[in-house]
């Protein structure tokens, strides 16, 4: 609560949410971590671990788990009084278009697959379009790999991806070894799990959790936060020090608020060409000396990555 007990970086990231957000006068309050937001109610984990639901005091942005905040008790809760600079974020527009950030402050995206419910080329390129969007790395894990043996064709489709250079795990609730496969790529990083409802996002993280008390069930239960909780990313710390967040699946993942450009840049395999099409506004469709084109006949873009650049593109407008 004083402010000597901050550190001189907190004090300095104060300072710079002090400009950003024109907080008047002297910001007090200590540094906390969003860990979900529920409707207006922020779960909050202060410094030394403990943790309230707060309110907040001001709306200049939606804080969203990941998210780091200054904050002041109020009773048994708290009121946020400033959501500190983003480090990254990852948003998507809501049911009503409108832009909305869904997790802050991510090191890696873990896009999560299954055989059941079947993996979607297309969802893993958007997955993959918005990391590089926001400058976080991405990796894919296969998870329910017990049943790949009855889908075959997502170990197919995860070799795509370990060939354009992205980290592959494949993983299943019945194999000790990969959760430690997967908590070394962790780390010490802050990592937001995505995918479709249904591929096992909830039960991996639960996984690698040791202590039942830190699941967010058992905490929302406690402040009264109901089942609200599984419409919110919600973060989890891990043992060895990393982060994961755990997002809510979805079926789709609208890029509509990006440009044509920001798209190709999240198409790994197309960046050598970039550039280098006659016309300045190519399509990459049928366009004459398009470099995209000619990679692709060249063998070097494969026709369901550029099947899936222009899926993406033609649902923007
Ligand atoms: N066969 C199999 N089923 C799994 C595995 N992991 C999770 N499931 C099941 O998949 C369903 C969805 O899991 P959940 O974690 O809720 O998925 P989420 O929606 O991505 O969070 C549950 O019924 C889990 O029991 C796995 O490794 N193998
Ligand atoms: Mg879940
Ligand atoms: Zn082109």
Known sequence: MSKQRLSKQQHRRIQAAQDRYRVDGDLAGEPGLVIARFGKQVLI????????????????????????VVWTPQGEHGVIEALLPRRTVISRPNSQGVLRPV???IDRLLIVIAPQPLAQANLIDRYLVAAAHAGIEASLVVNKADLLRDAPSVLQLAEIYRHLGIEVLATDQFSDPTA???SDLVASQTVALVGQSGVGKSSLIQRLLPDLEIRIGALSDAVGLGRHTTTAAALYHLPGGGRLIDSPGVREFHLSHLSKDAIAAGFIEFEPFLGLCRFRDC????????????AHERGEISADRLASYRQIVSSMS
């Open 45 to 68: 984990e202060a410094e030394n671990g403990d943790r309230r639901t707060t309110t907040l005091r001001r709306h200049a942005e939606d804080p969203v788990a990941g998210d780091d």
């Open 103 to 105: 997790a802050a402050n």
């Open 180 to 182: 430690h496969a997967l």
């Open 283 to 294: 399509s990459h469709s049928h366009e004459v000396r398009c470099a995209i084109l000619e």
